[in-house]
């Protein structure tokens, strides 16, 4: 039997993931996402960067349509050598 969600889908929901601040690591974690929902709009991301500029975090908002599709996406974030922590 399937686990019930306590999230109601299709919902907004942000995946935030952190890494060198990189041009590499932008692309990778914009990439990350996209594999699992299509082309993400750029004001659906934000940035942030550290107090030494050294790390950004980065999150993407995405249309959710399921409780799999998040699980999905946080397997694969989490799994990349360039996410230091994704939340």
Do not use: W
């Not at 890494?19 to 699992?36: K, Q």
């Not at 991301?45 to 107090?51: E, G, H, K």
């Amino acid at each position: 039997m399937a686990e019930e969600s306590a999230i109601k889908f299709p919902c907004d929901f942000p995946i935030k993931m952190m890494g060198l601040d990189t041009p590499e690591f932008h692309a990778t974690a914009r990439s990350l996402i996209e594999t699992h929902v299509g082309t993400v709009a750029d004001d659906a991301v934000r940035f942030a960067s550290s107090s030494n500029g050294k790390y950004v975090s980065i999150t993407v908002t995405i249309t959710a349509t399921s409780q799999q599709q998040l699980d999905d996406i946080y397997r694969d974030v989490s799994a990349h050598e360039k996410v230091l922590m994704a939340l």
